[in-house]
Structure formats: C-alpha cells, structure tokens
C-alpha cells in the first residue's frame, strides 16, 4: 500500500506529462504524506490541466466537514460499487499523480516494519490513476482532493507487502492520454497489475517514517 510517495521536479514533471494548463507550483519531495497538497493533472473543458490537490478525497456531499474522513486510496475492485467514488468515477472526475516512486513497507519476523522504495524502471517520473471531488464548507470555502487508485501487486512486491496486497495503479506513458479522454470503459481496462518487469524495489532508512525527513537519502539502498 503507498503510505508516502516521491514527486519529481516541476520541469521533469511537465516534460513527461506535459499538461496543457499549468497553474501548479511545486518542488521536488521526498516524503509526501497524506493531507499534503500535491500535484495532479486532470481534464477540464477537454485540455489537460495542471493543478494541485488535497492528497485525500472528502465526498462532496461531507460539505467541507473534515469529521466525515478523507480517503486516501481505493482498491479499483471496489470502484463502481463504492458509494463515495462511483459518482466521481462516473462523472469523468479522473485525474493523474506524477510520481518518481513510492515507499511500502515489509513487517520482519522480529516485527519491525522494513520500508523499500519502489521505483518504475527508466522512468524517472510516471503517472498515478487517482479521481477527484470538489466540497465546498458552509463558509464558501473549497476542497479538491484525490484519492489513489490501487490494484493487485504483481509477485515482486507482493513478496514484500505483508500488510495488503494492493499497490497505486501505474499508468504507462501511452495510456495517459485515454485515462484522461476516454470513457469510463476504456479508462477501467487500464487499471491493471504491472508488469513484473517495470517496478524495482530496494531496503531504505527507516528515517522516512519521520515527516521530519525530506532529503534525498531517503530513497538511497540500505544494507
């Protein structure tokens, strides 16, 4: 499951994903968490958009009310039948994340919860398959946040995984274009379990359980 992920430089972003609208503004991190507002690339008025979102989709009808949770991920399984993410499915509200990587952890047999970061093998960035939603508070206020969208792990990462067995659904870069464009069937075909062959994972520092830690020795291989 991805707790945390990394988000590339601004320019490499838009170099890969090239959006067609930039209002974005951000930098490279090492250790996004959930709440944070993060880069997301998404379709408006049939022109890519770049944005930043709320990394955590509250339901709009929850009316800006935190209290009512916010949903960081969801099993593309559960996708049609979830009653808070059916509607935003079905209403085209898709969007992209650019990732350079995300952490998963492994429990050991002495307990110890093991982190590795996974990474896409010769793509320094690629895209997330998330949805979105928009609430408004009572005081006009709105909220855009997403929500990841996972699938099975393929059988290199799922050796690793101990505690679920879903990983973010990794877009390729030809399939960018119809999870954006496409209908609600053409974009479901694409949430699928990666090839064994496209993500590699290694042991990292167990700094990276600290939001304190935003450094690039964070995704370096340990022993």
Known sequence: ?????????????????????RWWHFSASFNVAPSRYVPAVRLHEGRSEAVMMRWGLIPAWAH?????????RLSCSALE??????????????????????????????GYRQ????????RPVF????????TETDDGDVIEGCAILTVPANAPLESIQTAT???????SAEDCETWLHGTPAAARALLRTPPDALLTSHAVSPRVNSLACDDEGLVRAVG
């Open 81 to 110: 039948s979830s009653p808070l993410f059916r509607g935003p499915w079905l209403n085209g509200q898709r969007c992209m994340l650019p990732f350079a990587g995300f952490y998963t952890w492994r429990l050991t047999p002495a």
């Open 165 to 171: 067995r879903e990983i973010p659904a990794v877009l």
């Open 127 to 134: 895209a997330v398959a998330a949805v979105w939603d928009r």
């Open 1 to 21: 499951m991805c707790e945390r992920y990394v988000v590339p430089d601004q320019d490499l972003v838009e170099r890969a994903l090239a959006p067609e609208l």
């Open 64 to 72: 800006g009310d935190m209290s009512a949770g916010h949903w960081l």
């Open 115 to 122: 982190p590795y970061f996974v990474h896409a093998n010769g």
